[in-house]
């Protein structure tokens, strides 16, 4: 197939804001992941599952736009937080071009419940679908190009299909059946296009199937030390993220919210484990899915233990804040924000005339915003640095390591 617009986007499926109406505010989202698994070539089948946290507040649906000429023989969308069921409607909507007439289409999902003020409403949208125009076929190979990707996403090559070529750099993960899945993420601003390239000829079937992982680790005398369960496991897919809000280097603190989804039935809290050398403050947590405010409470050496908190190691200086939510219920997950202050002198300073940040994040998506009135002027980890609307510098990292990465950035009052 040749994609070369959004509403080309992941064979037929568009992955981006629709509104349905010209005077409803635009529908804004965070946070989506696509996979799309390709079936046979000769028909353009595919199955689409769709993750993403409206958050348009109030918003009381999610708009999906399909592409003229996908046909959709199935499709469900379920809430998140408790794994009901959806409504889900396809509806017609009139566009420009054509003399006003031209015609799009779009899954409109109602949602659980109104997005709640710095919230999220959080959905999953599974689809079976065709279009036969969506491959390009040169003997045995098949391409295809998928315009305006997400910041997130796998594609599931067809049985018995090896990955000649991808132009974005991707993980390359083999599926338990045998097939061969390329997973993303990315920072490209704008229209970012993936390209990939795939010939037939491979095994298909339990032949195919591929060995089980291990907890093995590497030979080389690596810091982290990964296992290889832990390098090949999708990284797309992991949807913590923490931001960073530097104060004024002078108090060595910086405030910092982090938002974390816990899936597992029968846990009822998060446990935060404060790194070595740091003060803890200020901490609170809410739910995203519905803006409830939880309890919280610090502990400290004895304290912990006392309290059957599990927390590794714990000595006297140990220390951990406790966020306490109801038990998560089989099939169902919350959402949390969690916002901290931390006062540590070893990961951020002023040294001089410069502002230092020096820190280890774990996570796939990490920001960093500095304090207002400071401009950056190094940073050692690749990133994208925008300016926010209140003047303030951020910087976004995408980590596609199986490991942390090691941020060092510095910068200077104007």
């Keep these: 197939m040749k994609l070369t617009t959004v509403r080309s986007l992941m064979v037929g499926v568009v992955l981006v804001s629709a509104t349905l109406f010209a005077q409803t505010p635009a529908q804004t989202e965070q946070d989506a992941y696509t996979r799309i698994e390709l079936g046979s070539p000769a028909d353009g089948s595919f199955t689409l599952t769709h993750e993403v946290a409206a958050t348009t507040p109030g918003a009381t649906t999610y708009a999906l736009s399909l592409r003229p000429g996908t046909q959709t023989s199935s499709f469900t969308a ?3 937080m408790t794994g009901a069921a959806l409504e889900a409607t396809v ?6 071009g054509n003399g006003g007439s031209a015609v799009s289409s779009s899954l409109v999902v109602s949602l659980a419940r109104p997005v709640p003020k710095d919230g999220q409403g959080r959905i999953r949208i599974a689809m079976d679908a065709m279009n036969p125009g969506m491959f390009t076929r040169t003997g045995d190979r ?18 018995g299909y090896e990955l000649l070529s991808c132009d974005i750099p991707a993980q390359v993960l083999h599926e338990g059946d045998g097939r061969i899945a390329v997973s993303f993420m990315h920072q490209i601003p704008g229209e970012a296009t993936l390209s990939i390239t795939a010939r037939a000829g491979i095994p298909a ?16 005398d690596a810091p982290q030390n990964p296992t290889e369960r832990s390098r090949l496991s999708e990284r797309a897919t992991q949807d913590r993220d923490i931001v960073y809000f530097l104060q004024s280097p002078e108090t060595n603190a910086f405030s910092l919210y982090h938002d974390y989804t816990e899936t597992r039935p029968g846990v009822d809290k998060y446990v935060n484990v404060v790194r070595t050398g740091a003060r803890v403050s200020n901490p609170s947590a809410y739910i995203l899915d519905t803006g409830e405010v939880l309890k919280h409470e610090t502990l400290k050496g004895d304290a912990i ?7 590794g190691t714990v000595t006297p200086d140990t220390e951990v804040v406790v966020l306490h939510f109801p038990p998560v219920k089989d099939g169902q997950s919350v959402r949390l924000r969690i916002s901290e202050t931390y006062t540590t002198p070893e990961s951020y300073r002023l040294d001089d005339r410069d502002l230092v940040f020096e820190r280890n994040l774990g996570r796939a998506r990490n920001s960093v915003v500095l304090p207002a009135g ?7 980890i690749p990133g994208v640095v925008r300016e926010m609307p209140d003047g303030r510098i951020r910087l976004d990292f995408v980590n596609g390591r199986p490991g942390g990465i090691d941020v060092y950035l510095k910068g200077r009052k104007r």
């Design 78 to 80: 379920t809430d998140l």
């Design 91 to 96: 509806r017609e909507i009139k566009g420009p």
């Design 142 to 159: 098949v391409s295809f190009v998928l315009s305006a990707i997400p910041p997130r996403g796998t594609i599931v090559l067809p049985a």
């Design 205 to 220: 079937g339990p032949e195919a199937a591929p060995a089980p992982l291990t907890n093995a680790r590497t030979w080389e």
């Design 305 to 311: 233990t006392a309290a059957n908190i599990s927390a």
């Design 374 to 380: 400071w401009y950056l002027t190094a940073s050692a």
